[in-house]
Structure formats: structure tokens, C-alpha cells
């Protein structure tokens, strides 16, 4: 029987697709590829520990700020918050802070 973890990136590769599932977890397609082959030649332990982040809380990633959220909004919030200098909106300022500090998307 398969890793949980390794069920858990299979399940979400065939719901959402591959190049979603690549983009939340911040790996490229061939490194994901070769994991779900189980071909991938170095260690797992660091996309284990990302896949049960991301996906290993009934599929749902833990913003200190927004609680429970999908992957992909939290993918989004945190390129975003790259992008932007400053903005108006004062929820969208403290989102944005937020992310910055997080480490969940710096790879």
C-alpha cells in the first residue's frame, strides 16, 4: 500500500490536474511527474512535508489569516503579495503582510 501522502498527491492530481497540483506545491511538472511514476531518484521528505501542508488538512492549507482556505487562493494571495508595493484596502494590507511572513510558499 502506497504512502498516505503519496495517495493524498495522487487523489489531487487526478481531481484538480497536474498543472494545478504543480503550481500549488511550488515543483515543476517533471519532478511531479516523477514522483507519481515513483521514479524520482533524491529523497521525498521535503514534497511529503509539503503535500500533508497543503493538502493533508482535508485539502484545505491553514492561513493564519483567513483560516481554511483552497490551495490555489492561497497560491494566489501569496503571489500577489510579491507583486504589490502597497494597497488602500486595510484587510488587504494585513493579507498581504501575511503572506510575506509565511514560509508555507517559499521553496
Known amino acids: 500500500m502506497a504512502e498516505i501522502w503519496l495517495q493524498i498527491l495522487k487523489a489531487q492530481a ?3 490536474g497536474r498543472p494545478a497540483v504543480q503550481r500549488e506545491l511550488a515543483i515543476s511538472s517533471a ?10 531518484g533524491a529523497k521525498t521528505d521535503a514534497i511529503e ?3 500533508m501542508v497543503i ?9 493564519p489569516l483567513l483560516g481554511k482556505i483552497e ?11 510579491q507583486k504589490t508595493k502597497s494597497a488602500g484596502n ?9 503572506c510575506r511572513k509565511c514560509d508555507l510558499r517559499k521553496a
Open 55 to 63: 493538502y493533508g488538512d482535508e485539502g484545505k492549507v491553514n492561513c
Open 71 to 81: 490551495p490555489s487562493k492561497c497560491v494566489d494571495n501569496w503571489q500577489r503579495a
Open 90 to 98: 486595510p484587510t488587504t494590507i494585513r493579507l498581504l503582510l501575511a
Open 31 to 40: 519532478t511531479l511527474s516523477l514522483v507519481l511514476a515513483g521514479k524520482y
Open 49 to 51: 512535508a509539503r503535500v
Open 14 to 16: 487526478e481531481q484538480k
